[in-house]
Nanobody, 127 residues
C-alpha cells in the first residue's frame, strides 16, 4: 500500500504560477501511474492530469492544456504539477492519486482508475 501526501498549495494571483507536489511512501512510486484531480466548492471532483509509470505518457484535461505540466521523479518518489497562467477557475482542492494497474505506458483519467488518494492541498487563485 502506498501513502500519498500533497504539498505546495496556497494563494496566488491570477496569471501566476504554483507547483504542487505529491510525496509517496510505503511503496516505490514507479509501481504506479499517477494522477492529479481537483474539486472546487460545490462541484464534483474532476480529472486534471495523469502520467504513466515511466513518465513517458502524459494526459491533460482540455482546460489546463498548455498551462499545467505533470512530471515525476521516481528516484525521489514524488510527482509534481506545475501550474502556470493560473485562473480563478483553477481554485480547488488538488488531490494526487495512484493507480496500481500494470498497463505499461497508460494512466487513467477517471477517478475509478485510482486506488490510493492523498488528503489534498488547497489552491486559491485570486482575480
Amino acid at each position: 500500500q502506498v501513502q500519498l501526501v500533497e504539498s505546495g498549495g496556497g494563494l496566488v494571483q491570477g496569471g501566476g504560477s504554483l507547483r504542487v507536489s505529491c510525496a509517496a511512501s510505503g511503496r516505490t512510486l514507479s509501481r504506479y501511474a499517477m494522477g492529479w484531480f481537483r474539486q472546487a466548492p460545490g462541484k464534483e471532483r474532476e480529472f486534471v492530469a495523469a502520467i504513466s509509470r515511466s513518465g513517458g505518457n502524459t494526459y491533460y484535461t482540455d482546460s489546463v492544456k498548455g498551462r499545467f505540466t505533470i512530471s515525476r521523479d521516481n528516484a525521489k518518489n514524488t510527482v509534481y504539477l506545475q501550474m502556470n497562467s493560473l485562473k480563478p477557475e483553477d481554485t480547488a482542492v488538488y488531490y494526487c492519486a495512484a493507480d496500481s494497474s500494470t498497463i505499461i505506458g497508460y494512466a487513467g483519467t477517471e477517478m475509478d482508475d485510482y486506488d490510493y488518494w492523498g488528503q489534498g492541498t488547497q489552491v486559491t487563485v485570486s482575480s
